[in-house]
């Protein structure tokens, strides 16, 4: 649109256009603990834009791991881990194997979360490429499972976290 002095103009009051961008507060279940793909200050809006797209090709599963086969029980939200699982491991057919490859981290459930238990990681829900989703439940039925973090993760994992959400 154009105004009489040439000057294109909007249709839209521009608080619209920019709130469209916005991620709503009803969302705040949906985004809380996503990865963001730059720092967003505390405080600030959180525009949809700044959260981290997963694949549109990807599963996401709930893999039972304990602490001392998943780094401790450190991961995060966002953390990116390769799933190695090791089959027969007393026999002479031992073997292991890399069953998914920088699978996201997008959820973590511990101890306290079930039956008012103790605090440790019990399992983690994973997005896993589509193709390594049947791979990795049959390596969950089989095998032993590790989780080992990607050494691709930057020095501070930027993610939304529930206080900076309005």
Do not use: K, W
């Not at 990116?80 to 031992?94: E, G, I, M, P, Q």
Request: overall charge negative; glycine content about 10%; proline content about 5%.
């Amino acid at each position: 649109d154009r105004d009489v002095t040439g000057v294109q103009t909007c249709a839209l009051p521009i608080y619209a256009r920019v709130a469209r961008t916005l991620v709503p507060a009803s969302l705040r279940a949906d985004v809380v603990g996503r990865p963001v793909q730059h720092a967003v200050r505390a405080g600030s809006l959180l525009e949809a834009g700044a959260l981290a797209r997963r694949s549109g090709n990807s599963r996401e599963i709930t893999v039972p791991v304990t602490p001392e086969h998943a780094l401790g029980g450190e991961l995060e939200p966002g953390d990116r881990v390769d799933v190695v699982a090791t089959f027969d491991a007393n026999s002479d057919a031992a073997r292991t194997l890399t069953v998914a490859g920088r699978a996201e981290v997008v959820s973590v459930v511990r101890g306290d979360q079930v039956f008012g238990g103790s605090g440790a990681l019990s399992a983690v829900t994973l997005a896993v490429p589509a193709d390594e989703a049947m791979v990795l439940v049959y390596a969950m039925r089989t095998g032993a499972l590790d989780l080992l973090r990607s050494a691709e993760i930057p020095g501070s994992r930027a993610r939304v976290d529930s206080t900076e959400v309005l």
